[in-house]
């Protein structure tokens, strides 16, 4: 039976939980999976050392699987470099390796301090290849075979070049074997994620904003009414209005202008307990209430965001994760971000960003944008 895996191995005290979601969030932003994988075990022959396994959640062939899981590894922004950056310590370095026995492919990066060592071997068009990269040079030498030679012969001739080699002498241990050993041991799934969806972390994500625009936490926090059209808040929403800052007198119009996430574009304004009481009584809510959404922001195309009626209204799902744009011309559309992605982006937005959180914020837009062809696409089907 042929083995094949793709894999971030890290430091087990060093790495978290989050840290492990949202790197591989970050490093998936672009690939359309809106299911991916990730079981994890530690490494009982490597102490200290644990293995995160992925896959795509795509129902393909194991082939397809493995070229997924190539492209994504070999991303400017891979796996192993964006759980690495997620960690946010300069500590101790992460590996990543693609491996397959069914073909020849055994690759294997080290993410240091600003530094990349990558080992490989594969088979290419014109026959199987060995190569080194490093952030200055990379050498690909392709590698004669003897197509008679007996596997032993083959395995001897490749070895040296093998990630799974590299990897091993930097750990000092056997790595291919304690990686297959935790194929069937690897029982812990961790969510891929930018944001959490709990209202702890829409808490935390709001707090983050206040800070950026130097706001006070819960300042003129006033409760949304207990329902709008029969549908009641949610507790994300709950936990906003109360944790934003709602009087800041360095901003009394608290727009939020020429935002492009998704389907958010524009001018967006949270809304005030009587927005969601005059938001009840518009016809256009009524679609929305019967999906079961709460209203959230308004949505205006101009800079000004000036009054009246908006044209576009964004409702939180009862999920207090999913964000629906309600077009008064276009009905329900997927939003893009999710609650906490919009607030993290929006943090990310009004502030100087350094190189990871340029990453970050490139991640979410990438994410939203997929979730909204995604949806352009099923539309078309329907």
Sequence with gaps: MATSFACVIYRTERVSERALSRGFAVALAGFDVHAPVILTAELRSIPGWSVAFYKSGLKVPAFEELDHACEVFEEELPPGLAVRDAVGTA?????????????????????????LRRHFVREADDGVEAGEETLDESTVTPIDLDPDADDATVDARLKS????TFVSNELRAAVLPAL???LFEA????????????AA?????????????????GRGAAPWPASCAGVAPPDAA????????????????????ELSIGRIEGTLHFMRASDVTRVETDAVWGAAAKAG?????TLASTALGGGGRPARLVGLAADGERLVLVDRDKGLLEAGPTFGELLFYLSLGFKTRDDIEEDVIGALMLRARVRTTRDESDGARR
């Design 180 to 182: 297959v050993g935790a």
């Design 187 to 198: 029982d812990r799934r961790v969510p891929v994620r930018l944001v959490e969806p709990d």
């Design 238 to 257: 709950r936990t906003f209005v109360a944790t934003y800052d709602f009087e800041d007198p360095s901003d009394p119009t608290d727009l939020y202008r």
């Design 161 to 164: 070049h093998r990630g799974t």
């Design 91 to 115: 500590e101790d370095a992460v590996y990543a390796v693609v491996y397959s026995d069914e073909v020849v492919h055994d690759d294997a990066w080290r993410f240091g301090e600003r530094s």
């Design 201 to 217: 972390s829409i808490a935390e994500e709001t707090r983050r904003l206040n800070r950026v625009l130097r706001r006070v936490d």
């Design 293 to 297: 959404l709460f209203p959230l922001a």
